[in-house]
């Protein structure tokens, strides 16, 4: 499993973009073959998560909207380029990124840690390794183990994949959005003048 999870690793670094967003709902299903589990052990199931999905959503939304608000966040926001911001929000980010880490690290390798050890080691293991996955951006490997434990709990609160999915989607989809928007408006150079 964490073989296969490597390989899909270094094909996002390294493949062609234009293949990124095939790979990630590719790479989701042969994990799921791999490992052996029905698609329901994995978390692959639509009948439960909604309410939670669409409150986290919210709830990262509202949060976005706070930063926007805040001189210092909306620099921060303005960092990063995103060439296409729209592409990379509705397309990029669920097909290249959420769906795979999603199904690897809440679906099956939660269930499989589960199934061994108990909920608290897959709980800790696969927040850790989520962390570490986000490699080498040390910055993010704290940040996204957090996250790793939230997502966990989501999992296990909404019972499936589905709650996860739309809060990492959210999360990562809204930034892109929000940081193309502060650029677009010219948002951090008003900050700037603002604080002089």
């Known amino acids: 499993m964490l073989a296969f999870m490597a390989a899909v690793r270094v094909w996002n670094r390294r ?3 234009r293949a990124q967003p095939f790979t990630g709902p590719l790479a989701a299903a042969t994990l799921v073959l791999l490992s052996g589990l029905t698609p329901a052990e994995a978390g692959l199931t639509l009948a439960a998560g909604r309410g939670y999905g669409v409150s986290a959503a919210l709830l990262v939304a509202a949060g976005y909207g706070v930063a926007l608000a805040i ?4 620099r921060a926001l303005a960092e990063p380029y995103f060439p296409h911001p729209v592409r990379s929000a509705l397309l990029g980010v669920p097909l290249s990124t959420v769906i795979f880490e999603e199904v ?3 679906g099956v390798l939660f269930t499989l840690v589960e199934q061994a050890h108990g ?3 897959a ?3 696969t927040s850790v390794l989520f962390g570490l996955w986000h490699l080498p951006d040390t910055r993010e490997v704290a940040f996204t183990t957090l996250a790793g434990v939230v997502l966990s709990f ?3 609160l909404s019972g499936g994949l589905l709650a996860p999915i739309v809060l990492h989607w959210t999360a990562n989809g809204l930034g892109i959005l929000a940081s193309a928007w502060v650029r677009r408006s010219g948002q951090p150079d008003i900050c700037e003048r603002d604080e002089t």
């Open 154 to 156: 989501l999992r296990l």
């Open 104 to 106: 690897a690290f809440r």
């Open 71 to 74: 001189p210092a966040a909306r």
């Open 15 to 17: 493949g062609p973009a």
């Open 119 to 121: 909920l608290t080691w």
């Open 123 to 125: 709980v800790a293991v």
